[in-house]
Nanobody, 120 residues
Framework: QVQLVESGGGLVQAGGSLRLSCAAS????????MAWFRQAPGKEREFVAA????????YYVDSVKGRFTVSRDNAKNTMYLQMNVLKPEDTAVYSC?????????????WGQGTQVTVSS
């Protein structure tokens, strides 16, 4: 059974940094694209960043460009999201998903995710 487990969230002041991890298990994900999504209270889930199978191509929503960096380690079946210069509007539950290509579509069990809270 495919499982994606997110970790690394926390409470940070505006301007701070966090590094999220998404550990995949159940099968090898080295051939899949992977993506980060986030959902703030009372808002729809939104796409944040995606990375192709090799890590050679990435894509970001405009609001995080230049601040967030997505990467992956296929040997560890893990994807990361380095978040710098965090803003209060980045506060959300962050979840990861897998897809056929960097263009999606992406799927996930949308489990607990990891909470990121940025204080002003």
């Amino acid at each position: 059974q495919v499982q994606l487990v997110e970790s690394g969230g926390g409470l940070v002041q505006a301007g701070g940094s966090l590094r999220l991890s998404c550990a995949a298990s159940g099968r090898t994900f080295s051939g899949d694209a992977m993506a980060w999504f986030r959902q703030a209270p009372g808002k729809e889930r939104e796409f944040v960043a995606a990375i192709n199978w090799s890590g050679g191509s990435t894509y970001y929503v405009d609001s995080v460009k230049g601040r967030f960096t997505v990467s992956r380690d296929n040997a560890k079946n893990t994807m990361y999201l380095q978040m710098n210069v965090l803003k209060p509007e980045d506060t959300a539950v962050y979840s990861c998903a897998v897809g056929r290509s960097i263009a999606g579509p992406f799927s996930s069990s949308w489990g607990q995710g990891t909470q990121v809270t940025v204080s002003s």
